[in-house]
Nanobody, 117 residues
């Protein structure tokens, strides 16, 4: 499974960005997809995820109410709409997918999101 992330950039606080992640290859072997982020000097942290079976979504408390994860089954893609961005959202955002054992087995390249104050 290959994951291609895009959509990062520079935005002012309060602004919005939309990240995209397209999956290719053996996508039938995935259980769901999601996003993580890593800020400078910090550990990678969970942001949001969607489970294919049932479509349930989960969010980190720090982004609830501001970020929305959606999917396009036909394109094997997920999107992260990020609104009301804060400087603390600045990080490299990584797209990832779980395998059928619900392990984060597949990772895309990161995309930089920078929020200026």
């Amino acid at each position: 499974v290959q994951l291609q992330a895009s959509g990062g950039g520079l935005v002012q606080a309060g602004g919005s960005l939309r990240l995209s992640c397209a999956a290719s290859g053996r996508t039938f072997s995935t259980n769901g997809m999601g996003w993580f982020r890593q800020a400078p000097g910090k550990e990678r942290e969970f942001v949001a995820r969607v489970i294919w079976n049932g479509g349930s979504t989960y969010y980190a408390d720090s982004v609830k109410g501001r970020f929305t994860l959606s999917r396009d089954n036909a394109k094997n893609a997920v999107y992260l709409q990020m609104n009301s961005l804060k400087p603390e959202d600045t990080a490299v955002y990584y797209c990832a997918a779980t395998n059928n054992y619900v392990q984060w087995a597949y990772w895309g390249q990161g995309t930089q999101v920078t929020v200026s104050s």
